[in-house]
């Protein structure tokens, strides 16, 4: 099976994207990831002003078939949500690279996006 893989973003071994644009993250889940959960029925995420911490968890996603972690690809503060989840949380399975996007972090170090996947070493994890 074949998955989506944006060249424009970077990845978490945990199935995070991140795309950085003016100087904030936007993350999500990959296409991978939302596949290997299945129908998503909740999302849990931060609020607002919330910091977060790179490899800490961040909130959760609850499928049909399992709860999973979702874990802060970089450190910094919170500065946008994505709230349609809370009503629509099967977003992310219809569009985990646009509309299904979960939070927007205000990053701490810039280095830290450096420290993760391109496209293809995302490829190759999960091949």
Do not use: C
């Amino acid at each position: 099976m074949s998955f989506d893989i944006p060249a424009d973003r970077r990845y978490q071994e945990s199935h995070e994207w991140t795309l950085e644009t003016d100087g904030v993250v936007r993350v999500g889940i990959t296409d991978f990831a939302q596949d290997e959960l299945g129908d998503v029925v909740f999302v849990e995420l931060p609020d607002e002003g919330d910091d977060v911490v790179r490899d800490e968890e961040f909130g959760v996603i609850e499928s049909i078939k399992a709860v999973s972690d979702l874990y802060a690809p970089v450190s910094g503060e919170v500065v946008a949500v994505n709230e349609d989840l809370f009503d629509t949380p099967e977003l992310v399975n219809d569009d985990p690279f646009g509309d299904g996007w979960m939070l927007e972090i205000e990053p701490a170090e810039e280095d830290e996006l450096e420290a993760l996947l391109t496209d293809e070493e995302y490829e190759d994890q999960i091949a």
